[in-house]
């Protein structure tokens, strides 16, 4: 069973930045293409940030793209998303997940979830 825990989310001024980490148990960390998706309140989840296994190839949607980073430490089981810039609309909890799909950018392809962490952006 892999699981994952989410942490660094905090209260921020916009302009601001944080940085978000995922601890992955398990010893086939590597094997697991990442993402980060995020749910506003009343709000579906939406896609964030996807790394590849090696971490050499990475999406993001237009609205982080150039502010949101992601990275991943195969040798600590950690991936990572760099949130800079942040803006009000950026509030939301943040989850990070595991896919065998690559490229995955959609819900349906990610299985293994974490709890999240929440992210306020203050204006």
């Known amino acids: 069973q892999v699981q994952l825990v989410e942490s660094g989310g905090g209260l921020v001024q916009a302009g601001g930045s944080l940085r978000l980490s995922c601890a992955v148990s398990?010893?086939?960390?590597?094997?697991?293409?990442m993402g980060w998706f995020r749910q506003a309140l009343g709000k579906e989840r939406e896609f964030v940030a996807y790394i590849s296994r090696s971490g050499g190839i990475t999406y993001y949607p237009d609205s982080v793209k150039g502010r949101f980073t992601i990275s991943r430490d195969n040798a600590k089981n950690t991936v990572y998303l760099q949130m800079n810039s942040l803006k009000p609309q950026d509030t939301a909890v943040y989850y990070c997940a595991t896919t065998q799909t690559p490229g995955a950018t959609t819900l349906r392809n990610y299985n293994n979830w974490g709890q999240g962490t929440q992210v306020t952006v203050s204006s």
């Open positions: 398990g010893r086939t960390f590597s094997s697991y293409a």
